[in-house]
């Protein structure tokens, strides 16, 4: 597509349930970043993958986030068991030549 | 990984009014980024920038790699600057973001 596109833009859940969040990046990008983004904060380094290599998972905060990438393209964070603290913009990017392109991000609240 | 550390925290101009902002690096680095995050969130890179210097218009970036630090120069500011600016340092596929400069330009 033109852009990285991000869904759902905004997601309302309960504390204890589970949430995806979807990432399609630029065509043709073999890097993806998760970034995570709490109000009035900078950016949180989640999770990169590259390729078929495997992912550098080193800045995911609990084992209640993972996150996957099918097929070289559209990427998938989970968290589970979601907490009051998980509330934030949960941002994409996808890189060629090293410049990033940053979705519009999903914007969690845990109620 | 890398620290990136920003400066200064926030920064309130008059319109018209030239800034630089600053951000400092604590390791060698193959990419540096920077970006303006507008009011409504959205990240938009402004520069490519692991060295030397470039201008888009009355924007311009200055990167000294040995010295491990980067400038973003705003020049004649406008309402529409406003937002937070961000860099970002990357070696080895790891990047890193600083805390951002948050700009507020007054008419």
């Known amino acids: 597509g033109a852009g990285v596109s991000q869904s759902p833009s905004n997601k309302v859940t309960e504390k204890g349930k589970d949430v995806e969040l979807r990432c399609d990046p630029i065509?043709?990008?073999?890097?993806l970043y998760w970034y995570r983004q709490s109000l009035g904060q900078g950016l949180e380094f989640l999770i990169y993958?590259?390729?078929?290599?495997?992912?550098?998972k080193s800045g995911l905060p609990s084992d209640r986030f993972s996150a996957e990438r099918t097929g070289g393209s559209v990427s998938t964070l989970t968290i589970q068991r979601t907490q009051q603290e998980d509330s934030a913009v949960y941002l994409c990017?996808?890189?060629?030549?090293?410049?990033?392109?940053f979705g519009a991000g999903s914007r969690l609240t845990v109620l | 990984g890398i620290q990136v550390e920003q400066s200064p925290p926030d920064l309130i101009l008059q319109e018209g009014a030239n800034s630089t902002l600053r951000c400092n690096f604590s390791?060698?680095?193959?990419?540096l980024q920077w970006f303006h995050q507008n009011p409504w969130g959205q990240l938009i890179n402004l520069f490519y920038?692991?060295?030397g210097t470039k201008q888009n218009g009355r924007l311009s970036a200055t990167t000294v790699a040995t010295e491990r630090y980067s400038l973003l120069y705003i020049s004649s500011s406008q309402t529409t600057d406003s937002g937070v600016y961000f860099c970002?340092?990357?070696?080895?596929?790891?990047?890193?973001f600083g805390a951002g400069t948050r700009l507020t330009v007054k008419p």
């Open positions: 990017a996808s890189t060629r030549a090293n410049v990033l392109t």
């Open positions: 065509s043709g990008h073999t890097a």
């Open positions: 993958f590259q390729g078929n290599s495997a992912p550098d």
């Open positions: 390791d060698s680095v193959n990419n």
């Open positions: 920038i692991p060295s």
């Open positions: 970002a340092a990357e070696y080895n596929n790891d990047m890193r």
